[in-house]
T-cell receptor
């Protein structure tokens, strides 16, 4: 069963703009992770935020987590054409399983 | 180079045939996973293994089988019982702590299976 719901399903922006993707989930979590997938490739881990953290940064990435609303957001600042990919949130639950959302397809136009 | 390899990259199968997808890792990870991805969808867990000679069903195990005879290898067989096998298959691995998988998963490049 899918845990996460991502919004929007698709996002198209110009190079240099910021991109914000949202993820909502249903049950309690240990941590939430964001992954990136280039077309036809495997997933690459971007960032992990634990349930007791509210915000985390990594380079041009900023992730927030609101456990009271069961939601997270991923912000990519100053986007580049190379950021074009699908982005997935995944919630880590007890027992070692990751549950993935359906993803946001980001297109950054040069 | 450390990492996860999957082979083949593309696989074609006739209806009624079983096929086996390979997944190998040299990251010394105890846990390994198989996911299925359909167009425009997220990943769904087929099987996972947290230690050699042990594995558990995921959310969509019907029509699939796995083995975990070696730490480095976790092959997936798509059987003729899987009614709609055309999809993109991803293998992943992670470390464990106390016998339970931890945090980040590392993914292979995937195998695209098409049933003719």
């Amino acid at each position: 069963s899918q845990q996460g719901e991502e919004d929007p399903q698709a996002l198209s922006i110009q190079e240099g703009e910021n991109a914000t993707m949202n993820c909502s989930y249903k049950t309690s979590i240990n941590n939430l992770q964001w992954y990136r997938q280039n077309s036809g490739r495997g997933l690459v881990h971007l960032i992990l935020i634990r349930s007791n953290e509210r915000e985390k940064h990594s380079g041009r990435l900023r992730v927030t987590l609101d456990t009271s609303k069961k939601s997270s957001s991923l912000l990519i600042t100053a986007s580049r054409a190379a950021d074009t990919a699908s982005y997935f949130c995944a919630t880590f639950r007890q027992g070692g399983k990751l549950i993935f959302g359906q993803g946001t397809e980001l297109s950054v136009k040069p | 180079d450390g990492g996860i390899t999957q082979s083949p990259k593309y696989l074609f199968r006739k209806e009624g045939q079983n096929v086996t997808l390979s997944c190998e890792q040299n990251l010394n990870h105890d846990a390994m996973y198989w996911y299925r991805q359909d167009p425009g969808q997220g990943l769904r867990l087929i099987y996972y293994s947290q230690i050699v000679n042990d594995f558990q069903k995921g959310d969509i195990a019907e029509g699939y089988s796995v083995s975990r005879e070696k730490k480095e290898s976790f092959p997936l067989t798509v059987t003729s019982a899987q009614k709609n096998p055309t999809a993109f298959y991803l293998c992943a691995s992670s470390t464990t702590s106390g016998g339970v998988a931890t945090d980040t998963q590392y993914f292979g490049p995937g195998t695209r299976l098409t049933v003719l």
